[in-house]
């Protein structure tokens, strides 16, 4: 069957990626669309090939992590969460239509490089009360930049890293509603017909480094230390949100 991968050195090398990618997303709940997306833009042409493996490929470790931590997962906490990102999500595309999204994108990066210094520099700091009345607001923000630059994870982040909720709760929180999203991402793209054979066929094609990456990943969450993982997890927000500035300012 035809596949989207020009030769075999080019998908060797999109393994590699992908499996790296999966890595990071299950050790830490997040990040696999950053490392994944950006590196995978430079190899394969078609932008759309990317968006629509990385929608195959995220499912399994999302699955995977979802079913190991379902009875730490805070459901009430997810779904009311997740009904303010499905609000957000058309929000984020109008604006992304009528306006220049650079603002927004600089407020994200200098908010994310603050919080992941403050925590990164303040490991005891303690862990914060959240009202549920955030809990909507938190995820229409989440989904409005979804829509916008199609991550929606910072403000999540954030969230749960205040909320200082240990990492398997965490991590299983995040997941959840990254799952859920993804679930509600496959009709849209059928409907949009970018559910090709030559897509379908090449994500499956990508499933055993998946699941490697995805395995390792979720072995090293296991023996982590909590206030180890606390320092990586403030660490990849000072990162996430320095790239989100020069991604704002690149001509």
């Known amino acids: 069957m035809e ?18 990618a999966q890595i990071i997303y299950v050790l830490f709940g997040f990040g696999s669309g950053l490392i994944a997306v950006g590196t995978l833009a430079l190899i394969l042409p078609d932008i759309k090939d990317v968006v629509v493996l990385l929608l195959f490929i995220n499912m399994p470790a999302e699955m995977l992590v979802v079913f190991s931590s379902i009875k730490k997962i805070t459901w009430k906490n997810v779904s009311v969460i997740f009904i303010g990102v499905l609000i957000g999500i058309p929000v984020g595309a109008r604006l992304l239509n009528v306006s220049e999204p650079v603002v927004i994108l600089t407020i994200l ?84 017909g970018l559910l090709t054979t030559e897509r379908i066929w090449s994500g499956l094609t990508l499933i055993p480094a998946v699941i490697i990456g995805a395995w390792l990943g979720n072995r090293i969450h296991i023996n982590l230390d909590e206030s180890v993982f606390q320092r990586l ?18 001509p």
């Open 109 to 192: 990066g200098i908010i994310l490089v603050a919080v992941g210094i403050a925590f990164l520099f303040t490991p005891g700091i303690k862990p914060v009360q959240i009202p549920k009345w955030i809990d909507p607001p938190t995820g229409l923000i989440s989904g409005i930049l979804s829509g916008l630059f199609g991550t929606g994870g910072p403000p999540l982040i954030i969230y749960y890293l205040i909320r200082g909720d240990d990492k398997a709760v965490f991590r299983g929180n995040l997941m959840a509603i990254f799952l859920l999203m993804t679930i509600v991402r496959f009709p849209s793209y059928f409907m949009e």
């Open 3 to 20: 596949c989207i991968f020009q030769s075999v050195f080019e998908f060797i090398l999109v393994c590699v990626i992908v499996g790296f």
């Open 233 to 250: 997890v403030s660490t990849a927000l000072v990162c996430i949100g320095i790239l989100l500035l020069f991604q704002s300012y690149k």
